[in-house]
């Protein structure tokens, strides 16, 4: 299992700026294709981006254009730079290992866009 730890969210205006890392813990950091995902409340989990360990990234429509992943193998972190930021991006944060068996979710990082 890979422990994760989110943090770098905040309360930001609408048309703000944030920058969330997520910190994993095991040696093979760099094999492991990443996502971040948001849960908005009374809302599901949702996918929003995925980098690839060869680098690879994927975006979700809500946010392609406004949100850029990035990883530092060396660091053993994950990082996803959020602009243009609107209201409708609040919600709680995670980041999670892209593999065939289950990981278990930290503990994630809230964000919240005011109007």
């Known amino acids: 299992q890979v422990q994760l730890v989110e943090s770098g969210g905040g309360l930001v205006q609408a048309g703000g700026s944030l920058r969330l890392s997520c910190v994993a813990s095991?040696?093979?950091?760099?094999?492991?294709?990443m996502g971040w995902y948001r849960q908005a409340p009374g809302k599901r989990r949702e996918f929003i981006t995925r980098i690839t360990s060869g680098g690879s990234t994927l975006y979700d429509v809500s946010v392609k254009g406004r949100f850029t992943i990035s990883r530092d193998n060396a660091k053993n972190t994950v990082y996803l730079e959020m602009n243009s930021l609107k209201p409708e991006d609040t919600a709680v944060y995670y980041c999670?290992?892209?593999?065939?068996?289950?990981?278990?979710w930290g503990q994630g990082t809230q964000v919240t866009v005011s109007s």
């Open positions: 999670n290992v892209i593999a065939p068996t289950p990981n278990p």
């Open positions: 095991g040696s093979d950091f760099s094999r492991h294709d």
